[in-house]
C-alpha cells in the first residue's frame, strides 16, 4: 500500500516553544492530508484539513492561530503547534488520501510531550 | 455528523475467532475502514468496504456491512496473540470527506 512518514515520532519541547511536525507521502500525490490527534485511550479526532496550495479547514474548537498547517507541496503537510502548553501533549497523527479511490493511509504518528 | 460507536474491549483465546462490532449514523458514507493500532504506532489499514458491497474477505478478516442497519463487523480467523491491538472502525464523513473514528476495540488475545 502507500507509504506515509511523518516525522518526528517522538518530540519533548518546552512549554511556549513551537514545534514543527511534517507529513509526506512517498509514493504518491496528496492534494488533501488530515491531521488528527490522539488523547491517551481516546479515538482519533480530527483537527483540520490539509488542502494543497490552499489555507487548511479546521474543526470546529480547533485554533488555527495555534495549529499552523501549511500544504506546500503534492507530498509535504506540516503541522506547527505555536507556543505549547501542556494540555497540546498528544499522539498527533496525519493521513494522505489517494486519488482517485479515496483511501486514506496514515503517518506513524507523532507523541508531544510538553514540559 | 456522524458517530462511529464501537464496543471497548474483546478477548479471545488463540486460535478462536475475534468478531468486532460497529454502527455508524451517516447512511451516505461510501467507504467504510478497519484500521489497527498497536501500542504507540500509527494506524494501520486492515481493510476497507465500499458501500454496496456487503462482505469482503481477505485472508484472515472478513468484513460484513449491514448498511439497512448501518453496521459492520470485521471477523479474524484463528486469532493470533500478534493480532492483540486496538481496532478503530472509521466511516467517511460525506460532509468533510474526512474520517470519522470510533472509539476503538481493544482486542486482547490470551495464549
Known amino acids: 500500500g502507500a507509504v506515509v512518514s511523518q516525522h518526528p515520532s517522538r518530540v519533548i519541547c518546552k512549554s511556549g516553544t513551537s514545534v514543527k511536525i511534517e507529513c509526506r507521502s512517498l509514493?504518491?500525490?496528496?492534494?488533501?492530508m488530515f491531521w488528527y490527534r490522539q488523547f491517551p485511550k481516546q479515538s482519533l479526532m480530527l483537527m483540520a484539513t490539509?488542502?494543497?496550495?490552499?489555507?487548511?479547514?479546521?474543526e470546529q474548537g480547533v485554533e488555527k492561530d495555534k495549529f499552523l498547517i501549511n500544504h506546500a507541496s503534492l507530498t509535504l503537510s506540516t503541522l506547527t503547534v505555536t507556543s505549547a502548553h501542556p494540555e497540546d501533549s498528544s499522539f498527533y497523527i496525519c493521513?494522505?488520501?489517494?486519488?482517485?479511490?479515496?483511501?486514506?493511509?496514515f503517518g506513524s504518528g507523532t507523541q508531544l510531550s510538553v514540559l | 455528523g456522524e458517530d462511529v460507536e464501537q464496543s471497548l474491549f474483546l478477548s479471545v483465546r488463540e486460535g478462536d475467532s475475534s468478531v468486532i462490532n460497529c454502527t455508524y449514523t451517516?447512511?451516505?458514507?461510501?467507504?467504510l475502514y478497519w484500521y489497527k493500532q498497536e501500542p504507540g504506532a500509527g494506524l494501520q489499514l486492515l481493510t476497507y468496504?465500499?458501500?454496496?458491497?456487503d462482505m469482503k474477505q481477505d485472508q484472515r478478516l472478513t468484513v460484513l456491512l449491514n448498511k439497512k442497519d448501518k453496521h459492520l463487523s470485521l471477523r479474524i480467523a484463528d486469532t493470533q496473540t500478534g493480532d492483540s491491538a486496538i481496532y478503530f472502525c472509521?466511516?467517511?464523513?460525506?460532509?468533510?470527506?474526512?474520517?470519522?473514528f470510533g472509539s476503538g476495540t481493544r482486542l486482547q488475545v490470551q495464549p
Open positions: 493521513s494522505a488520501r489517494t486519488v482517485p479511490n479515496e483511501k486514506l493511509f
Open positions: 509514493d504518491f500525490q496528496a492534494t488533501t
Open positions: 490539509s488542502n494543497e496550495g490552499s489555507k487548511a479547514t479546521y
Open positions: 451517516d447512511s451516505s458514507s461510501t467507504y
Open positions: 468496504i465500499f458501500s454496496n458491497m
Open positions: 472509521a466511516a467517511t464523513d460525506t460532509g468533510r470527506r474526512a474520517l470519522t
